[in-house]
């Protein structure tokens, strides 16, 4: 038996599609909005696995992606 993998986790809700793809909007070093492709994995307590686009430390937005927009700057609320 192979010891478990490390994972990356968000809230379902982070999650957006865009065509056939989904994505996650992060927030730089300097408050702006970056837009990132992902690859997901399974769901595992209400939390969905990120696989690839994201890194261990990446800030993931979570609330009002209807609004956000990539390079916008934002001040954001740590959760």
Aim: glycine share 8%; proline share 6%.
């Amino acid at each position: 038996m192979s010891a478990p993998e490390p994972a990356l986790f968000v809230n379902e809700k982070s999650i957006g599609t865009n065509q056939n793809q989904k994505f996650v909007f992060t927030v730089a070093p300097d408050n702006t909005v970056a837009y990132r492709t992902v690859k997901l994995g399974p769901v595992v307590d209400g939390k969905r696995v990120i696989r690839e686009g994201v890194a261990a430390g990446d800030r993931v937005i979570i609330n009002g992606l209807q609004r956000v927009v990539a390079g916008a700057k934002v001040d954001p609320e740590l959760q």
